[in-house]
């Protein structure tokens, strides 16, 4: 039976206060990268596109939460961040139809240059690759490889009439995906998403980012006519496959996979074990602040202590956002019966480290406090961070631990302020805050 929790989750007092204090910093120079045209710099005299970021972040988050029939739980989580647009979209089918009931689908995409070609892919991509026929009860890698392909070129065949209808031929999105069956995790990935498959507390395999340049990415796309600079294809795209893009692919008397930009998604198969714990698929805003071994580390040590995967994507989420992600944000995590279970030894770990670290922060905010001046968060950061904190997070480290620390800030400078306006003779309304 699946169940979902969506739309916005009320953002916490503490994380608005944290994104006031630090939005100011975020310097424009810091605000590049994404799939689109490369930044233009403004010039005077000149008009200038809209900025694709925000002064400050979206930080509610999108939830959703199920299970499938054959012992797969999974859960989705999503935010906009501090991209103008919110041009993630997700597609997840924990269950198939027509005799594949066993079978599960699970898929991110990451839009650019628009949302529309993205939300597009997310309603029919599935649809597609079910169409050619490869896909059935008795599970044969190639059969199924073979229809992730088909499946792909078919749905960009359909992208390209609608784009033409609707004008969205400079819209694209990057695509990863996961097909499971009885037997087998097929991965198609096509662009710069990720898929990452965990097995026994390690890494067992990735999907490989689809980058101009990449050798064998930048040989098709300067053999169709185009050029790769600032690592982006003619200076602009930042990914050398997806789904749409057809402006970049009119190349004549050349197929569809021979484009600057290709729509064929690589295939691969992993024949299922009973040691695999966890499967990632998450958009490059994850995969630029951690690494396969950090995201595996640090979700492994998550389900020890935490039962919703929810949560767990969320955490996650912060954890990308604290690093300095400036993308939209979104993760898909799917766990097999073998995953890591809640542990009470874990859990009481946590609770030692999160009752250090309020100590350490009220310490920090009282040396602070003595040298004159009330000491604002970054300052006590800044501090913590050159600190010796045993028993933090694998793969996580104090950033995934940041909002333990702001809610300890501001507790303790509520009680700090509570306890000078006491001494300076204050009271009830009077109250410093």
């Known amino acids: 039976m699946r169940t979902a929790r969506k739309g916005n989750v009320e953002m916490p007092a503490f994380v608005r206060q944290l994104v006031k204090e630090t939005e100011k910093r975020v310097s424009s120079f810091f605000k590049g990268g994404g799939h689109g045209a490369a930044e233009q710099v403004e010039v005077e005299g000149e008009e200038v596109m809209p900025s694709p970021y925000l002064d400050r972040p979206v930080l509610d988050k999108l939830t959703e939460e199920g299970c499938s029939r054959c012992g797969l739980t999974y859960a989705l989580g999503s935010m906009q961040g501090w991209r103008a647009n919110m041009e993630d979209f997700h597609n997840c089918v924990p269950q198939l139809g ?4 066993d079978w599960s689908f699970f898929a991110v995409f990451d839009g650019h240059a628009g949302s529309q070609v993205a ?5 029919h991509l599935l649809d597609q690759v079910l169409a050619t026929g490869g896909i059935g009860p008795e599970d044969h890698p190639d059969q199924v490889r073979q229809s992730f392909t088909d499946g792909f070129l078919q749905a960009d065949r359909h992208l390209l009439t609608a784009a033409r209808r609707e004008g969205w031929e400079r819209g694209g999105t990057t695509v990863t995906s996961t097909l499971i069956s009885p037997r087998y995790i097929y991965f198609a990935n096509c662009g710069d998403s990720r898929a990452m498959l965990c097995r026994a507390g390690q890494v067992c395999f990735s999907t490989e980012d689809h980058k101009p340049y990449s050798p064998l990415e930048r040989e098709r796309i300067e053999s169709a006519g ?7 294809i003619n200076g602009s795209l930042a990914v050398s496959r997806a789904l749409g893009d057809f402006s970049y692919k009119g190349a004549e008397n050349r197929p569809p ?14 024949e299922r074990s009973p040691g695999d714990e966890f499967l990632v698929l998450a958009c490059d805003g994850v995969w630029d602040m951690v690494s396969n071994e950090e995201l595996c580390a640090f979700i492994h040590s998550r389900l020890r202590v935490c039962t919703d995967l929810r949560d767990v994507c969320s955490q996650v989420i912060d954890l990308c956002l604290y690093k300095g992600s400036l993308d939209n944000i979104s993760i898909i995590l799917v766990c097999f019966p073998g995953a890591p279970q809640l542990s009470a ?4 770990q946590e609770a030692e480290l999160e009752d250090m670290l309020e100590s350490k922060v009220a310490e920090i905010y009282e040396k602070l406090s003595a ?6 968060l970054l300052s006590v950061l800044t501090v913590l961070a050159n600190c ?5 997070p694998p793969g996580g480290g104090l950033q995934s631990k940041r909002n333990c620390i702001i809610n300890a800030y501001y507790e303790k400078k509520e009680a700090h302020n509570s306890t000078t306006a006491n ?11």
């Open 345 to 348: 030894e874990m859990l009481h």
């Open 226 to 232: 185009g050029t790769v600079s600032l690592q982006r």
């Open 371 to 376: 040298q004159g001046e009330e000491p604002d």
């Open 119 to 123: 939300q597009y892919a997310s309603h």
């Open 257 to 270: 996979t021979q484009q600057m930009v290709s729509p064929e998604p690589e295939v691969s198969a992993v």
């Open 98 to 101: 027509a005799g594949l009931a």
């Open 423 to 433: 001494v300076m003779g204050l009271g009830g309304s009077e109250k410093l805050v």
């Open 388 to 392: 010796d904190v045993p028993g933090l």
